[in-house]
Every structure is written in structure tokens, then in C-alpha cells.
């Protein structure tokens, strides 16, 4: 008898409700044909239909690299240029996070990707009481200029692509950055990079949400506004599904609400008067890559294909690059276990697959022991080396996307899309984007999809190894990273000094400066470049804007 | 445990850490095994957890975390529960925590700490099993302190015991406003800037937030608690969650011996606030000095008939999310309905509780009202 009979008696597992729908719950035939489902079992004839192919595809849109990019958006794809594996790092002090940004670059990395902390994501200081616990814990600690100049001491800003992921204070950490490069003789012009600066997905989902939601996207398109300008290489946006899934939601979720909020920022850009062909070129994408290796495939080529559509017809763009929707892809943060934690290696190596058999043009990995702990060494060079196998040992990449015309992948694609609309008139009947927020439509949605799928789980209907089937009765525990709370005094101490030396008048002025502008129309980026030069810090310069802004309160289920 | 009153658990997110996906499952979970689950929503010091346990007088409080801040805060509430009187409330604690965490604190008193892949029958059945503490602790004798005194009582009276509980203080009767309306139309937000409003003006208020509880189990989700504010060092606010009853009125049984328990306790104002329903509207009549009630604009044209027979009982009727489109032909529809001949008079206020107008004037009507 194997392990795994003694374990689980054989043929408990694959009960017909396990196979017949997705992670997403969505409905899956036994077969598809041409036209769409085709072969016996429960679920044919339901929703799945294969007959909603656009007038796009009756044209046969089987051209990657050209619109509606379903199939990719380079001609040539991960033979022209592999996607980059861009692992998040960011934890202690700046000069920590700088040592790990050095090990990653040695091991290989092609970009760097940076975590702050949530002291930092929510635009307080280090020394502030309700940081107490949080400093340099989920992230780096960044608190003035002078970090932000540790953290990337000694690394070519002209040569190496930065990723950061920060929202509510999006616009004063670019702005920290961009006074950071130029003290060191960087040309913003050079600059390459990506800051997420994705407010919405904030209400909808991850709750790092500081001002109300106008005055909220008005930063984001200040710093969008600015960067077409001046910083045309950099990424200002990076549209983000990602934390709408871990929230809980489907996969036709993550589409549809990314989608929608990318548009919103779309119309306010153009609303103040931007061109279209200016900025939409730079706007990029961060999706998550779940389980479901189909659905998850079918939903990065769906989102490209909805883009461009409404890029182009809807927003009247000219430019090729504005219609192409290039993304970031990560693997799925929630789908990882403490139970037998290894098997976290396998279900990221599928979840990779399915980011890059979907066509994304960067991937994270995550690393093994992410649900017991902050991750190791060991468990982050094992998240890079499966991309690395996978990029040079499984010949995924030799063919451009391999999964089309596929009966099946191309009825899902569909599918997707047709769900995308549905949301999209949703929002529009709730009033639009803020209304929608307001009324707590987005969160209930995920809210319901979360708690479905537990139910799913608990009723072993969903089968997660090693949690509710293959259990190990002993399980060894994996050596995770401890903490220590050694970070919190070092940072503040750093943060004093700062403070000590800074220009107290200088930065009072630069804050009354921030104020001034917030209330008007004028673009902000600027004007928080001259407050970071004088040594103002994250929450000074915070605090000035919601002295105009007000804040938005937490008070939502 | 009598069946019919369930145990009661706060449930709240401390910290800096937003990711709610994990405790709003467990409360809706909680909730369908016929828990009362008070949800105080993500952001939440120690301070203003350790207020909400007392002024909900919960068995149980369950804590989330997955920043990493565990070792910092878990122990801080649990100094904080123990300085307040209220040692003797058993604390979850859920999310990602370290193996080696997990025993340092259980030392310190946590009494189950549930990972990732916990089912919610889990943490029901860790419940159940350990239900017999709050059996014992109703029956224990008066607490140290007025605030948990007040909330002792006025469980006991919500379970409809000691029917004289309180009547030896003296005090006087509070002013009571009820705040009605269907799900989803803002009472609590409303509600939330009501009591800005009084508080700034210097007075005290109580609010008691009823909402249904299911039929089948039991349970209930209270989650309107997030949306008022947390003022945890302010005496002259409390704030009590209530499961109201299936198939009665949606209002609390009892509600009347709880109002006047908060009289006696120096409350000058109480505020109700229930889901409108058939005849619970003439029931809250009973209790209230002024009925406020609450519409919003919809997407159909015609206001729901059903909407409109609750503008009888009305005082005051306030047309909320007035920042919507539609909320002018609203009003007017609702003005044409209560201006039959032979009514009373009855002011139409328009609300924005998230644009901020309105508010001061829907207060004067109702300090009219109240002829204070």
C-alpha cells in the first residue's frame, strides 16, 4: 500500500464536484470542441458557451504582437526578450533591504522590487505610536530622503530597473526617488522602473487607503501627468488585480474590477486635459497567477483583449503602445500553506507556468514558507530558480503563446471577456467607480466570492493537499527567519539624526508649499521633490495633505 | 449555555495590516454556527479593542493579525482586557504566526492561536467546547467599575433577566431618537456623525445598533459599530451591538428596561437603531421620543410602496446619500406622500453623511423635535 492510500483512501479524492468547476467556482465541460463545450457531463449546456467570440476574433486574431494582442503583446515574444524575474525584497532598516537588493542582483535577478513597510505604506513615520510592532517588518522602513538614499547606495539608478509598491503616499516615495537620483547624478529621463500607485484596488481590497477616493486618484494622475513628462522611461502606474484576488475574488473579479479602475484613471487623465497617446503607453498592469492553471491563462489574454478594445475604440488612442497591456504577474500569496510547506514550491512552479503560458512580461515568485514567516534566503533562491528552470529547461518559451486555439482556453478567454462587460455595467448602474466604493459594492462582491470558496473548502468540495486531503499526521516544522526588534530602535534613531540636521523653517515652508498646491489644480510631484530635499519625511509631508484632503475613515466592512 | 442567547465575540483587526479577507470569512462563518459576531473592522488599537469588549460585554475577543506585529500588540490587549476587569474574556488570536510565537503567546494567555487552512468548524467546535466560562461569569456577582456594570446589565436585560436590575440609582430618563430604514441606506454612518455632533455639543449618548439575527441558527453578524466612531478614552459614548429576534419586530425585546438603565447610568441620549420592519415600526414608537426615518435615492423611479409605509411612523424623514443622482425627485415624491390632508407636518431633510451635509440641520429638527 503507498503513503498516500494509507493516508487518504484512493478514490475519496476526485468526487465529481472537485473537477466540474474552477478555483473561481466557474463551470467546466468534460470536452470542448470547435464551437464550444461539446462533450458529455453535468456541466455541459450550462454557462460554459463558446459562442461569444467578438467580431475581433471572427477576423481571427491569431497575430501576437498586434491588436487586440490576445496572444501576446510582442511579435516574438519570450524568444525576443524572456520576461523579467523580478523578485520583491524589502525588510529592516534601508541598509539591510540594500544587502539583500546586492545578493538578488548577484544570483541573477533582472530587476529589483521593492516592499516598504506598512508603517510606511500608510504614511507614518517610524517613530509614530501606532507604527509600535509594524517598523521594518512587511518591509523596508522609509521614512526621509537620506533612506531612501541608503537603500539603493551603491546600485546604477540608469541601469537597473526598480519596482516599488507603495499607494496612499505613491506620489511622495517617487517623489523621494526622483530627489534621490538626481542627488546622485541620475537623468530622470534614464530612469526605469514602475511605482504601483494604484489607489483603487486599496478601497476595493487591501485597505491602505489614507485620503477619500477623489483627492486619492487626483495624486495618482499627478504623478502619471508628471512621469509622461519628465520621467518617460518610468511606469507610473502599475494597475493591480493582484490584491483584489488575495482579497478573495474570482479570477472574472480580479479582471473586470482591474480593468474598471484602470479606466477610471484613464478618464480622469483625460479629464484634466492630458492626451491620450501621452501617458496611456506607460500605464502597466499587475496581475496574480492562481491555481487554476486554464482559467489563469485564458484571463491575462481576455484582460489584453478587453484593453485594447476599449483603449482604442472607446478612448480614441492612436498609438499601438497605448493599446497593449503589459503586465506584471505574481503568484498567488493565499494559496500557500503551513501545512507541509514544500508543496508550496510546487503549486508556485504551476502558478508560474500558468503567468507565463498567459504572456506576462515580469514574474514573482513567492517563496515556500511565506505562510509561516518573512522568507529565507534559501526559500527566496528557490522562487527564482523555478523561474529559471522554467525559462530554461521546459521550453515553454520556445513558441509564442502556445496555449491558442485551444478549444478550451479559447471558450474561457471568452468567457472572461463576457464576464469583464458584466462587471463593467454593474459599476455603471451603481454610479460609477467612487459611487461604487462608496456603496461598498466591491467589497461586498469579494467579500461573498471569499467566503464561497471557504465553504468550498471546509466542505472538502475544494481540495487543498495537506490541509483538508493528504494530511500528514507529523509534520516536521521548516526553519523559518526570526525577528528581532532591533530594527525599530536602529530606525527611529536614524530618523532623529535626520531631523536633528534638517532645516526645521525650510521645511515648514516646502509643507506650506505641499498645501498650498494640494489646493489647487497644480501637479504635486514637484513641489514634494523641494519638501523630500529639505529632509521632510513621509508623514510631515502626509499630514500636509490631508490637512486639505481630509482622511477616509476605515469604517467599512 | 441557554439557546437562546448565544455567545458573543468581538472580532477585530489591530495594527496597521488591512488584509480582512481572513477574519470576515471566520465572521460570517461564526456567524452561520450562531455565534454573535461583533465585527470592529481593521485599524483597531488595543485601546479601542479592549473598549469594544467591554462595552459589548463579549465572552470571547478574536484578534488578526498576519504583519508580524503580534508579539508587540496581542500582549498589549491582554494587559489592557486585565486592567479593565475583563481577565476573564478568552482571546483568539488568527493569522501568520510563527511556530515558536505561538507558544510565547499562549504564555501569556491567548487561548488558541488558528494558521492558515483552519477551517471555520474549527474554531466553532474550539468554541463550543469551551462555552461553560461565560455561563459562569453571568452568574458571577456585580463587577468593579460603572461602564462594566452598565454592560453587564444591560446583557442581563437583553436576555430579559432581573427585571429591576439598575432601579435603585436614581437618574433620569434619557431622550431616545430611533434611527430607521432599510439595509444599506447609511443608518449607521448617519448615526456615526450624530454622535460627533452631541458629543461636541458636550452631552452623552448611547447608542444600541440592533440588527436580525437567522431564524435557522441564531447568529448574527454586527457590524455596525465600524462605521461610528472609536473614541476609547470618551466615557459619554457607548456603543452596544443587539441581535434582534427573527419574525419580531426588529426591534430588541427589552429595549425599554435597557433605555432606562442608560438613563440611570447619566446617558441623556439614546439612540436606536433598527431595521424597519411591518409591525416593529409601531413597536419602536413605544420607546422612542422622535422617529427618524431613513430613504435613499433608488434606481427605479417610483419609491417602493413598502418604503413608504414606514414614512407613517416617521418624525423627521431624511433623504439620505442626498449626493446622488435622483435624490431631488425623491425628496419631492416623499413630500407628496406626507402632505395628505389631515397629517401632521413632518420635515424632509436631505443627508450626506460622506459629503458632510446636512447633518447640523437634520440635528436641529430633531432638537425641535425632542423641544429641547
Not at chain 1, 487586440?68 to 524568444?79: D, L
Not at chain 1, 513597510?117 to 522602513?141: C, I
Not at chain 1, 498609438?319 to 500569496?333: D, I, V, Y
Request: aromatic share 6%.
Amino acid at each position: 500500500m503507498s503513503r498516500i492510500e494509507r493516508i487518504e483512501p484512493a478514490g475519496q479524492a476526485l468526487s465529481p464536484e472537485t473537477v466540474a468547476t474552477t478555483v473561481s467556482g466557474r463551470p467546466i465541460a468534460l470536452l470542448y470542441k470547435a464551437n464550444g463545450p461539446g462533450g458529455p457531463g453535468p456541466a455541459n449546456g450550462g454557462q460554459a458557451n463558446g459562442s461569444q467570440a467578438s467580431p475581433d476574433q471572427a477576423h481571427g486574431d491569431e497575430e501576437p504582437g498586434q491588436y487586440p494582442f490576445k496572444r501576446g503583446v510582442h511579435a516574438s515574444m519570450y524568444r525576443g526578450r524572456l520576461w523579467t524575474m523580478r523578485q520583491f525584497a524589502g525588510f529592516g532598516t534601508p541598509r539591510q533591504t540594500n544587502e539583500r537588493f546586492q545578493f538578488l542582483l548577484e544570483k541573477g535577478q533582472t530587476g529589483l522590487s521593492t516592499a516598504f513597510d506598512l508603517p510606511t505604506l500608510m504614511g507614518l513615520d517610524s517613530d509614530n505610536p501606532r507604527a509600535a510592532g509594524e517598523v521594518g517588518r512587511l518591509g523596508v522602513a522609509l521614512d526621509t530622503l537620506d533612506d531612501m538614499l541608503a537603500l539603493f547606495d551603491g546600485i546604477n539608478l540608469e541601469q537597473v530597473s526598480v519596482s516599488m509598491t507603495i499607494n496612499a503616499p505613491a506620489i511622495v516615495v517617487m517623489a523621494f526617488y526622483l530627489a534621490a537620483a538626481q542627488e546622485r547624478g541620475f537623468e530622470w529621463g534614464r530612469l526605469r522602473g514602475t511605482i504601483q500607485n494604484d489607489i483603487l484596488k486599496e478601497f476595493h481590497a487591501q485597505n491602505e487607503f489614507v485620503f477619500p477616493p477623489e483627492p486619492s486618484v487626483r495624486l495618482v494622475c499627478d504623478v502619471i501627468e508628471f512621469c509622461a513628462r519628465h520621467v518617460p522611461q518610468w511606469n507610473p502606474v502599475s494597475i493591480s488585480g493582484y490584491h483584489i484576488r488575495e482579497a478573495g475574488s474570482t479570477a472574472a473579479q480580479e479582471l473586470a474590477f482591474t480593468l474598471a479602475d484602470g479606466f477610471h484613471y484613464v478618464e480622469r487623465c483625460l479629464a484634466r486635459g492630458v492626451a491620450v497617446d501621452d501617458f496611456a503607453p506607460r500605464l502597466s498592469f499587475f496581475f496574480n497567477a492562481h491555481n487554476d492553471l486554464f482559467e489563469e491563462a485564458a484571463k491575462y489574454r481576455a484582460a489584453r483583449v478587453v484593453w485594447a478594445e476599449a483603449m482604442r475604440n472607446d478612448y480614441g488612442a492612436k498609438n499601438e503602445a497605448s493599446w497593449k497591456l503589459r503586465c506584471h504577474a505574481q503568484t498567488a500569496g493565499c494559496s500557500l500553506q503551513d501545512k507541509q510547506p514544500e508543496l508550496n514550491l510546487i503549486r508556485v512552479a504551476y502558478q508560474a507556468l500558468a503567468a507565463v503560458l498567459g504572456g506576462c512580461q515580469s514574474l514573482h515568485t513567492n517563496s515556500m514558507d511565506e505562510a509561516l514567516s518573512l522568507p529565507s534566503e534559501h526559500a527566496v533562491t528557490l522562487a527564482l530558480r523555478t523561474q529559471q528552470v522554467l525559462a530554461y529547461e521546459t521550453g515553454v518559451t520556445n513558441t509564442v503563446d502556445p496555449l491558442g486555439g485551444s478549444y478550451f482556453v479559447e471558450a474561457l478567454t471568452n468567457e472572461l471577456r463576457a464576464d469583464a462587460a458584466t462587471y463593467f455595467n454593474r459599476i455603471a448602474t451603481a454610479g460609477g467607480m467612487v459611487a461604487a466604493i462608496d456603496a461598498g459594492f466591491f467589497r461586498r462582491e469579494i467579500a461573498d466570492a471569499a467566503f464561497a470558496y471557504q465553504r468550498e473548502v471546509d466542505a472538502k468540495r475544494k481540495l487543498i493537499v495537506g490541509v483538508n486531503a493528504f494530511v500528514e499526521p507529523d509534520e516536521k516544522p521548516l526553519e523559518v527567519r526570526t525577528e528581532g526588534d532591533q530594527v525599530e530602535k536602529d530606525q527611529i534613531a536614524a530618523l532623529r539624526a535626520t531631523r536633528k540636521q534638517a532645516d526645521k523653517t525650510e521645511i515648514e515652508r516646502c509643507l506650506q508649499e505641499v498645501r498650498r498646491a494640494a489646493a489647487t489644480n497644480e501637479n504635486l510631484v514637484e513641489i514634494i521633490v523641494e519638501a523630500a530635499r529639505a529632509r521632510a519625511s513621509v508623514e510631515q509631508i502626509m499630514n500636509a495633505l490631508a490637512d486639505v484632503f481630509g482622511r477616509y475613515q476605515a469604517r467599512i466592512a | 449555555m441557554d439557546n437562546s442567547t448565544p455567545e458573543r465575540i468581538v472580532l477585530a483587526k489591530i495594527g496597521l495590516d488591512g488584509h480582512d479577507r481572513g477574519v470576515k470569512v471566520v465572521a460570517r462563518g461564526l456567524r452561520d454556527a450562531g455565534f454573535h459576531v461583533i465585527y470592529a473592522g481593521i485599524w483597531q488599537s488595543p485601546e479601542a479593542v479592549v473598549r469594544a469588549v467591554l462595552d459589548e460585554d463579549a465572552d470571547w475577543l478574536g484578534l488578526s493579525l498576519l504583519s508580524g506585529a503580534h508579539r508587540t500588540l496581542v500582549p498589549r490587549v491582554l494587559g489592557l482586557l486585565q486592567s479593565a476587569g475583563l481577565g476573564d474574556v478568552r482571546v483568539l488570536v488568527g493569522g501568520i504566526i510563527p511556530e515558536q510565537d505561538v507558544a510565547e503567546l499562549k504564555q501569556f494567555g491567548v487561548a488558541e492561536v488558528f494558521g492558515p487552512g483552519t477551517t471555520i468548524e474549527a474554531i466553532g467546535q474550539f468554541l463550543h467546547a469551551r462555552h461553560t466560562r461565560s455561563a459562569d461569569r453571568h452568574k458571577a456577582g456585580a463587577p468593579e467599575g460603572d461602564r462594566h456594570r452598565l454592560s453587564r446589565l444591560i446583557s442581563a436585560a437583553a436576555r430579559g433577566e432581573s427585571p429591576d436590575a439598575g432601579r435603585d440609582l436614581p437618574g433620569a430618563r434619557a431622550r431616545v431618537i430611533a434611527v430607521t430604514g432599510g439595509g444599506g441606506v447609511g443608518k449607521s454612518t448617519l448615526i456615526g456623525q450624530l454622535i460627533e455632533i452631541i458629543r461636541e455639543a458636550g452631552r452623552s449618548v448611547a447608542v444600541l445598533a440592533c440588527d436580525p439575527r437567522s431564524p435557522i441558527t441564531g447568529g448574527a453578524l454586527l457590524g455596525d459599530r465600524i462605521r461610528m466612531p472609536s473614541r476609547p478614552d470618551d466615557d459619554d459614548l457607548f456603543i452596544r451591538s443587539l441581535a434582534t429576534p427573527s419574525g419580531h419586530s426588529g426591534v430588541a425585546p427589552h429595549l425599554d428596561q435597557m433605555i432606562d438603565l442608560f438613563g440611570r447610568f447619566g446617558y441623556g441620549t439614546v439612540i436606536v437603531e433598527t431595521v424597519g420592519a411591518g409591525q416593529g415600526d409601531t413597536a419602536i414608537r413605544q420607546v422612542a421620543d422622535v422617529v427618524v426615518v431613513l430613504v435613499q435615492p433608488e434606481t427605479g423611479d417610483e419609491l417602493q410602496w413598502e418604503k413608504a409605509g414606514q414614512l407613517e411612523i416617521a418624525d423627521i424623514v431624511v433623504v439620505h446619500k442626498a449626493d446622488l443622482p435622483r435624490a431631488e425627485s425623491v425628496e419631492s415624491q416623499v413630500r407628496e406622500l406626507l402632505n395628505l390632508p389631515g397629517c401632521r407636518p413632518v420635515p424632509v431633510v436631505r443627508v450626506s453623511s460622506s459629503k458632510g451635509i446636512g447633518v447640523p440641520e437634520l440635528w436641529a429638527a430633531i432638537q425641535e423635535r425632542l423641544g429641547s
